[in-house]
């Protein structure tokens, strides 16, 4: 049985198939459609690793506090599962969205040793992004785009697939930090520069037409921040200028949309829980916590879609006023419907207080890893990993005050990223 695993492991080596499957993969994640070539290509990369484990020569070194901390992360999510009120349900998302993160992690982590290894990975990561922004302006009228907000209202749900354009500025909150720090760390030719910087520019007026506040403010901070961490200052100056510029225009031809964005200045925003503000967050929150308390430890298991089922089976609706918040938001939806809209309680609600801390911990370790590292210094790998760790962590740090990012195709982009922090910091 070995020989035959060696054998078909010796093919996949000398046609590079598991390297082309974690490009493919990577590159069709911010799609809707290609279900069916994503999940073949993470298929081969499922069998590549079971052979190379059977075969004992995975190359994952165990002992490695990182590998530790992701396998005690998985612990926690398991135990959770096993103890949830919804087992079933939470063994479907522990196949649909861990088992996706920990292959992905670990191909990544055993087949790259430095920066121009990953470059492919790089490579997909970004033109993934890029062509995502391409096919936007090509597929849809410019009105569309224009006047999302209105637009998306009037859509039906396939309708508003077939624009590609739901959750774009959700997914820039990645890719854009992985891009910014891929153009100031890395040494590529004049004409590939003013692609990137192209494809910049173009995904930024995109993210800003979306009309999502947190992910537009999510990104700017990635990038302010990135920028002087590489002290580009006059860069930083001449982007300011440009953007200053941009922002004047859409001022006086979409007003409403850049009344959107400046809503973000007012204390009002802020204090109202009304779609001018939080946009109902207090009542998800205030329910949310009510949830967690009732299983704080193990929480009801991983995945979030069940929420709508804990408040039923909770009696939760019969428990809150009809007028407050809580009970409006929970009572329109079902099961899907609903979300904790804030990282820290959906890891709660999902796996617990003993699920939280096997998380912070994971990322306290990569993180970790990235300081030494960067201490150390040493060529572009460490320069890239600097900048797109600023940039990463703190798109991802703002977003999830109003996001859950740690499962769906989110939770494999960061995952991603943490196998692209461990390749970058080995020595």
């Not at 967050?281 to 299983?295: A, L």
């Not at 009696?315 to 820290?344: C, M, Q, V």
């Not at 959906?346 to 990569?366: D, K, R």
């Not at 990993?385 to 740690?406: E, M, P, S």
């Amino acid at each position: 049985m070995k020989d035959i695993l060696r054998q078909i492991d010796g093919f996949m080596e000398r046609y590079r198939l598991v390297d082309i499957s974690l490009v493919v993969y990577l590159f069709l994640l911010p799609f809707p459609r290609f279900a069916g070539i994503r999940n073949s290509a993470f298929a081969l990369m499922v069998v590549y690793l079971t052979m190379r484990l059977i075969n004992g020569n995975a190359g994952i070194d165990f002992r490695d506090r990182t590998v530790r901390a992701l396998f005690i992360l998985a612990g926690t999510i398991l135990l959770s599962t096993a103890v949830s009120p919804y087992p079933l349900d939470s063994l479907t998302y522990v196949r649909k969205y861990l088992l996706y993160q920990m292959v992905t992690f670990f191909i990544i982590i055993t087949r790259y040793r430095d920066l121009d290894g990953l470059k492919p990975v790089l490579y997909s990561l970004i033109f993934s992004f890029a062509t995502l922004s391409v096919v936007i302006v090509l597929k849809n009228d410019p009105s569309v785009i224009i006047n999302w907000l209105d637009e998306l209202e009037r859509m039906t749900p396939e309708q508003r697939k077939e624009t590609f354009f739901l959750g774009y500025s959700l997914h820039a909150t990645f890719y854009i930090p992985i891009l910014i720090g891929y153009i100031y760390a890395v040494s590529e030719s004049r004409r590939m520069k003013i692609v990137l910087v192209g494809l910049f520019f173009l995904e930024m007026v995109l993210v800003y037409l979306h009309q999502h506040r947190s992910q537009f403010v999510s990104v700017l901070l990635a990038i302010a921040v990135t920028t002087l961490v590489a002290r580009r200052y006059r860069l930083f100056a001449v982007c300011f200028m440009v953007v200053t510029v941009v922002a004047g225009i859409f001022a006086f031809t979409r007003p409403e949309v850049f009344g959107r964005y400046t809503s973000l200045l007012s204390p009002e925003t802020y204090l109202t829980n009304e779609h001018r503000g939080w946009n109902e967050r207090f009542g998800i929150w205030s329910g949310t916590i009510e949830m967690i308390r009732e299983r704080p430890l193990t929480g009801y298991g991983y995945g979030w879609k069940k929420m709508a089922w804990v408040v039923r089976d909770g009696g939760f609706l019969e428990r809150w006023d009809e007028d407050s918040d809580a009970y409006r938001y929970f009572i329109k939806h079902g099961y899907g419907g609903t979300n904790p809209h804030n990282l820290l309680l959906q890891i709660l609600f999902e796996v617990g207080i003993i699920g939280l801390c096997a998380f912070v911990y994971f990322w306290v370790v990569v993180i970790r890893r990235v300081v030494v590292t960067v201490r150390e210094g040493g060529g572009e790998g460490v320069d890239f990993l600097k900048y797109t760790a600023c940039g990463v962590f703190v798109a991802y740090g703002v977003v999830n005050i109003t996001n859950g990012l740690w499962e769906e195709t989110g939770g494999v982009l960061m995952l991603s990223f943490a196998g692209i922090c461990y390749v970058l910091s080995r020595r």
